[in-house]
């Protein structure tokens, strides 16, 4: 079984798991403070880049 770096949030700090079946792209949410994240790999390993959440347009 692989063992997959537990990246951090860059919001909270928090640790956000990381499936060990993830994709380049798949979005993952910090259960903390909800931010979402796009992954990526670099050299073998998980990076999270802040996604751009599509923002549902409320009218506020
Ligand atoms: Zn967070």
């Given at each position: 079984m ?5 990246p951090?949030?860059e919001?909270?700090?928090?640790g956000?798991s990381?499936p ?6 798949e979005?993952?949410t910090?259960?903390d ?16 880049k802040?996604?751009?959440t599509?923002?549902?347009d409320w009218?506020?």
């Amino acid at each position: 079984m692989q063992t997959i770096p537990m990246p951090k949030c860059e919001e909270c700090d928090a640790g956000i798991s990381v499936p060990g079946d993830a994709v380049e792209g798949e979005i993952v949410t910090c259960p903390d403070c909800g931010a979402g994240f796009e992954i990526s790999k670099k050299d073998g390993k998980f990076e999270l880049k802040p996604a751009q959440t599509v923002g549902e347009d409320w009218g506020q």
